[in-house]
């Protein structure tokens, strides 16, 4: 460790103030606050001694939890591209193995990219090198799909840091989630690299079997309720049987973006953020609730095929666990009072499913909810802040 | 019959080195010093007194042009030694080096019956000249009372909830009857409105057979123990209230004064943290010098002297002096080293309220620990939420309120609480902050806003 802090201490001189690079002291801090908790100490008044939590170790906490996610998905990239190749008898490293050759890039791209544009921001307007982009790097790979190019990755990396969060001042500052704002400009820039069929099945230079489609189930369910056939009956069709049981949803081998498709991985990283007090269970559990109450509402309307999807259904397909879990808990984004984050996360869930079912120009309702959602967040607390005060202005006796 | 508030918010820092229940014979130091500055809201300290005169316990030092009755007195006899000034000239302290035996200026004397018969005009007249009257802290604002304003009430607590804080009931053992004298004063200033605070934890104390006050029984984690809090939960104060604080051993020392006639600065100091070889208590006066108070008794060498607790107290150095309302003096390590991966690497003994990756410490949560003045991390914006709510005991939406006060939106504060809270009721906000900023001092640049508004 000496070595490394003799390293450092060697590139200070350049560093500092009046010297050649100055302008890249907040890179060097950066690196060296990574390596070495920073020997900063607290000032003569005030609290003498800090808790031992910082937001690198936050941060690191909701990455961690994010981990089951990034390794099911790497696997299930290479299952899918399997069964939809015919090969029976893949084992289970050649899956992983062949699902992390397509992962991994992309992490890659995402973590230079995004890093890059983070670091030219440090320098270019000298504020330290903070820790929101651990996070958001890894999120932005795990919302694609395994076939995105990677330049496409890139530039919504860049657009998501620059115009989502710098231009608000960093990390705490945004109103809207930094991976979704990427995420969203690819939706609708380069769509049909993010949508539709095709995308979510890796097949590289293989043929697919006959038969085979890439839908997930949303999109027979928008396609069944616009023919105006049975979605439950029709799965049962499926070219694969038993793609779309409810458990084999659950677990999440189906195709999809990398890291969203299985509910139990979520469900993992959940119980690390809600354990770790990192995440909100309100806003967890009542995005679900929300999602729930609304295909419910669905059901009873029921005047296609697609509205008397069940409603625990919703709760397992597309997006919704990963972005109830990960995207709609971004502390920053989300509902900041206790009471509004009930509210914030029942509407992301009534919106994703009204999304689903009611929007015909798009499958999936997550991403839209959630941004949605993270514009009205600041609307939510108002009130909120609001009637507190009323509240206590009737209990003082001012 | 007391009124019992449960608490459930709030956190205890399990600091190592609570000092035992002993009192341990020292050299007493041969300086002693007042500082201006432990009292809030002053406009501007004039000096009474000039460096070689030679002064008494209770004789005064300096009035405060905002008050000029309000005289600051010498806690002990001696000579002025040194008056330090900042910039402008603004005093900083002014010095006394001691007498061996302490010479008292002397007061009327009281007997009970005087007591009884004593007029409130009386009683403001002998505490404001007599060195007593600026322990009364007014809310809203947590500064120096007024002695012409009438306080709606006046409130005591009488435990400190604070790390390592002295057992306030073994601080004031022998002084029951000053303190019960001191109560019967304080009846006279507040229309008999006077507010005991205990501990409900606690068995019968030396409070609890105090006649003429409210008794109120607190249970909980720290804040529990600060007045402030305690308040909020009683009867919570707005813009136009006015009530007043003071701690139990201005109390007795009320007493003291209207019974003996003297001004006794004498106090018990818990010597405390875990750079203490033997902690335990001291007696001294206000004002003490730390370098008897501490000698021979510090295990490290990298340490560094608070006076005061860790939350609230002031890094002073071992030849600086206690405030007027200390009553601890805490040692730690210094933090002054980088740490390999230390915001990742998994730790037990790593204090944390949060439970954030690694961070174990909440499994063994009585369990003691040595902490350093590292910060832990750097200073970044307001990022997570939902944390201070789960700290602070009070119906106040702290993030609200700090960032009111960030942005000086004065109707914001206002109706966020700015009356209801001073720097030691958000301290634990400070504590748990993952971005680390100075939070106390924010909350002191509010009340600063509103006071001169």
């Known amino acids: 460790m000496k070595l490394l802090q003799n390293l450092f201490d060697s590139i200070k001189p350049h560093v500092e103030k009046g010297a050649k690079y100055e302008k890249l002291h907040t890179l060097y801090e950066g690196h060296r606050t990574i390596f070495f908790k920073p020997s900063l100490t607290t000032g003569s008044t005030g609290v003498q001694v800090k808790d031992a939590a910082d937001l690198k170790r936050v941060m690191f906490t909701v990455i961690v939890a994010l981990i089951p996610c990034l390794l099911f998905g790497m696997w299930n990239v290479g299952h899918q591209h399997f069964l939809a190749t015919g090969v029976v008898d893949a084992t289970f490293l050649s899956k992983f193995l062949l699902g992390a050759g397509q992962v991994i890039p992309i992490l890659i791209v995402s973590y230079g990219v995004g890093l890059g544009v983070e670091f030219a921001f440090c320098v270019i307007r000298n504020h330290p090198i903070e820790e929101g982009f651990l996070v958001t790097g890894i999120l932005i790979p795990l919302v694609m799909p395994a076939t995105i190019p990677l330049w496409q990755v890139a530039m919504a990396t860049v657009f998501g ?66 023919n105006g056939t049975e979605v439950m009956a029709g799965l049962g069709g499926h070219w694969y049987a038993g793609m779309f049981d409810f458990w084999n949803l659950f677990l999440g081998v189906i195709p999809g973006s990398i890291g969203e498709t299985s509910v139990l991985m979520c469900l993992i990283g959940a119980a690390i953020l809600v354990i770790t007090g990192v995440g909100s269970w309100k806003i967890i559990l009542s995005v679900f609730g929300g999602a729930w109450v609304m295909g419910m509402v669905y059901n009873l309307a029921g005047t296609n095929s697609f509205m008397l999807l069940p409603a625990h ?57 959630v941004l949605f959602m993270n514009v009205f967040a600041p609307l939510i607390d108002y009130y909120v802040v609001e009637a507190h005060k009323k509240r206590r202005l009737k209990r003082a006796t001012i | ?82 008056i330090i000034r900042g910039e402008r ?3 900083i302290e002014i010095r006394i080096l001691a007498d061996k035996e302490i010479e008292y200026k002397t007061f009327k004397k009281h ?84 507010h005991l605070n205990l501990d409900a934890s606690e068995i019968p104390s030396v409070f609890s057979g105090t006649d003429h006050a409210n008794i109120n029984k607190f ?83 990298h340490v560094r002297f608070i006076a005061g607790n860790v939350l609230t ?86 993030t609200y309120l700090f960032k009111s006060i960030i942005s000086n939106d004065y109707d914001e504060m206002e109706a966020l609480g700015i009356y209801e809270v001073i720097e030691e009721d958000v301290a634990l906000c400070e504590y748990i902050d993952v971005s680390k900023n100075d939070i106390q001092a924010i909350i002191r640049e509010g009340i600063e806003l509103i006071r001169n508004s």
């Open chain 1, 161 to 226: 840091v620059i115009i989502a969060k710098e231009v608000f001042g960093g990390t705490g500052m945004n109103i809207l989630n930094v991976a979704l704002t990427s995420r969203a400009f690819l939706y609708f820039a380069y769509p049909s690299q993010i949508s539709g069929d095709m995308v979510w099945t890796y097949l590289g230079d293989q043929v697919a079997v006959d038969g085979f489609s890439g839908a997930t189930l949303l999109s027979y369910g928008a396609a069944a309720a616009a």
């Open chain 1, 313 to 369: 259904y919703h709760l397992v397909v597309g997006g919704l666990a990963f972005g109830a879990v990960f995207m709609a808990t971004d502390p920053v984004s989300a509902a900041q009072t206790e009471t509004g984050k009930w509210i914030y996360g029942f509407m992301i869930g009534v919106l994703t499913v009204i999304i689903r079912i009611s929007n015909p120009a798009y499958p999936e309702g997550i991403m839209l909810a």
């Open chain 2, 1 to 82: 019959m007391p009124q019992t508030f449960h608490l459930n918010k709030g956190f205890n820092i399990p600091l190592a080195g609570r000092a035992l229940l002993e009192e341990h014979k020292i050299n007493q130091p041969d300086s002693f010093a007042i500082k201006p500055s432990d009292f809030k809201g002053l406009v501007q300290p004039k000096l009474l007194v000039s460096v070689g005169e030679n002064v008494k316990s209770g004789s005064p030092l300096f009035f405060d042009k905002g008050s000029e009755e309000v005289l600051f007195v010498a806690p002990v006899s001696g000579e002025i030694s040194e």
């Open chain 2, 89 to 91: 000239r603004k005093v």
């Open chain 2, 111 to 194: 007997t009970k019956t005087d007591i009884i018969n004593l007029t409130r005009a009386e009683a403001i007249a002998t505490l404001t000249v007599s060195g007593i009257w600026p322990s009364f802290i007014q809310r809203p604002y947590g500064v120096l009372a007024n002695p012409s304003d009438v306080p709606s009430a006046i409130y005591i607590s009488a435990f400190d909830s604070n790390p390592c804080a002295p057992d306030m009931a073994y601080i004031m053992r022998g002084r029951e009857g000053a303190f019960q004298l001191g109560v019967d004063v304080l009846n006279k200033l507040a229309k008999g409105n006077i």
């Open chain 2, 219 to 301: 249970s909980g984690p720290h804040p529990a123990g600060n007045v402030g809090v305690q308040i909020h939960h009683i009867k919570p104060i707005g813009k136009k209230d006015k009530v007043w604080t003071i701690d139990p051993l201005s109390v007795a020392r009320i007493g003291t004064l209207f019974s003996e006639g003297i001004y006794d600065a004498s106090k018990l100091i818990a010597i405390t943290g875990s750079e203490v070889i033997n902690p335990h208590y001291v007696k001294t006066y206000s004002g003490a010098c730390l370098d008897k108070l501490v000698a021979e008794n510090i295990k490290g060498t």
């Open chain 2, 313 to 398: 107290g002031e890094h002073v150095g071992d030849r600086g002096y206690l405030g007027h309302f200390h009553n601890q003096i805490s040692v730690i390590p210094e933090g002054d080293q980088e740490e390999f991966l230390g915001w990742l690497l998994p730790s037990f003994e790593k204090l944390s309220f949060h439970k954030a990756f690694g961070l174990l410490s909440f499994l063994s949560p009585k369990k003691e620990k040595v902490l350093d003045t590292n910060t832990n991390g750097e200073q970044r914006n307001f990022t997570i939420s939902g944390a201070f709510e789960k700290i602070l005991p009070m119906d106040i939406l702290p």
